[in-house]
């Protein structure tokens, strides 16, 4: 994927340029190899139990699982559960748009 297109990605989710350049950082030295997710997810969070929670999720996500759903898991409030659901596949339908232009 090239610059531009993660730009437009990232300007989905945020306007600040600070963080703008840090993912655009992070995606660069990701590609190089020079970072792992274990070192982003550590250099973004002290919380040990959100660090094992991020990496559990993108597991899943790397095994197949859908976002959608699994944004849902741990709440027992179905509206919450389904307004997660729908803003997920909402931003993947825009994603996928980014990526497939």
């Not at 297109?5 to 963080?19: G, L, N, Q, V």
């Not at 550590?42 to 976002?67: E, R, Y």
């Amino acid at each position: 994927m090239d610059t531009t297109k993660a730009e437009a990605i990232i300007a989905r989710f945020t306007s600040d340029p600070t963080i703008k350049a840090q993912v655009l950082q992070n995606i660069a030295d990701f590609k190089a190899g020079k970072t792992s997710v274990d070192q982003i997810v550590a250099a973004n969070t002290t919380d040990p139990a959100l660090a094992a929670w991020i990496k559990t999720f993108i597991g899943k996500i790397q095994a197949g699982h859908k976002a959608s759903t699994l944004t849902s898991f741990g709440t027992t409030d179905s509206n919450q559960a389904s307004g997660a659901a729908e803003t997920v596949n909402m931003h993947r339908g825009a994603i996928k748009a980014i990526v497939n232009s």
